[in-house]
């Protein structure tokens, strides 16, 4: 007898009775939803169109550094007295994280933009179509080779010597209007009839010329004077004429820098102190950690330098409490310091002297020349 089924009662039903549409429905939506983070992954792992720029490494001016598998003097001044230092004068360095061959992925450069210290740049910013990572290199190395020259004229011209310097070419680019012209080794002297006296006076009249006219270069070949005409254009945002220049100076003794693997000219306001400390009685410091960061020139003058967000970072991470700035970087500067930080403006050998001066004797920070925008 069977027994009748009270409608209130619930009763599982067998597996091939149950309603099969939502389970599938249900099935469908995980399938989706794996796939879009399978999607969401793949193009967060994809190569970006750009690079990350982030604080390098520190080296300290008046310490030592890695050459040839040993430490030495990153200043080295052979058979000239030297005094004894304390404290630091640190550089800044920036590092790029990616090439055109191996950029980074997007969720790294997305992670980047939410990282105060970093910086995310197209990859065309770092490495302009049409030069090469050699090229830039390259041009890289002689810029870091012309600001040690520049920063050691700088500190001996601040000491009272007299130092005679030369322009002569290093590199031409292929195509370019001097290509063919001019040789390695040529001593540049003018251009259109005026002297160019030192590297940003020649950059400076040649962009004066602009691009489109021809411009009149005077040279030096093996001690025969001649000029030649060329037409400048532009390159990576500047009036060139595709000559690489290297600047060398007649010191009156030998100056050894060693700093590998570093390229760039942002280093020549350190390198300039680093000297001056070492020939001068006393600690310029007074013992305190000081980091900067700054181009210089034979007469020196103090010029701006890119990532100096990252090299501002790279002074905290130091340990670095005074950090001076070039004061044509200051817009880039003001409201981007880092806490335990104090940055003191510059714009010459003078006034970077001046303030470690301040910082030796002790001064309240609120006195020294901060930067300022505009």
């Known amino acids: 007898m069977s027994t009748p089924i009270d409608p209130r009662e619930e009763r599982e039903l067998p597996f091939s009775a149950r309603p099969t549409g939502r389970t599938d429905r249900s099935w469908i939506g995980w ?119 520049e920063a050691i004229a700088a500190a001996l011209t601040e000491l009272g010597y007299d130092i005679p310097r030369t322009l002569s070419v290093q590199s031409l680019l292929d195509g370019s209007p001097a290509a063919g012209e001019l040789k390695q080794g040529d001593r540049i002297t003018s251009i259109n009839g005026q002297e160019a006296t030192d590297l940003p006076r020649l950059r400076e009249l040649v962009a004066a010329n602009g691009t489109g006219h021809e411009a009149t270069i005077g040279f030096v070949r093996d001690g025969t004077a001649g000029t030649i005409r060329v037409t400048p254009y532009e390159h990576n945002g500047a009036v060139v004429v595709g000559v690489g220049i290297a600047v060398s100076y007649d010191l009156p003794f030998q100056v050894d820098i060693q700093l590998e693997n570093v390229g760039g000219p942002s280093a020549g306001m350190m390198f300039a102190l680093g000297l001056y400390d070492k020939l001068t009685p006393g600690a310029l410091t007074g013992g305190a950690r000081v980091a900067g960061t700054g181009t210089i020139d034979a007469q020196g003058a103090v010029g701006a330098i890119g990532g100096i967000r990252q090299k501002l970072h790279g002074a905290q991470r130091a340990g670095a409490r005074w950090f001076l700035a070039p004061r044509s970087n200051c817009d880039e500067v003001v409201g981007h310091v880092p806490d335990g930080v104090n940055v003191i403006a510059v714009a010459t050998l003078d006034d970077a002297l001046a303030a470690l001066k301040a910082i030796a004797d002790g001064v309240d920070p609120s006195g020294l020349p901060p930067c300022r925008a505009g």
């Open 31 to 149: 399938l989706l939803l794996t796939l879009a983070l399978v999607l969401v992954v793949l193009m967060a792992l994809s190569p970006s169109a750009y690079v990350i720029e982030q604080p390098g490494p520190v080296y300290d001016t008046l310490g030592e550094t890695e050459h040839a598998g040993e430490n030495v003097p990153l200043i080295d001044v052979p058979g000239q007295k030297t005094y004894p230092t304390k404290g630091t004068l640190d550089l800044l360095t920036v590092s790029v994280v990616g090439t055109p061959a191996a950029p980074p992925d997007l969720l790294q450069v997305a992670l980047a933009w939410f990282d105060p210290s970093k910086s995310v740049q197209p990859l065309s910013a770092i490495y302009p179509s049409g030069t090469t990572s050699e090229q830039r290199d390259d041009e890289s190395r002689l810029q870091m080779e012309n600001s040690q020259q």
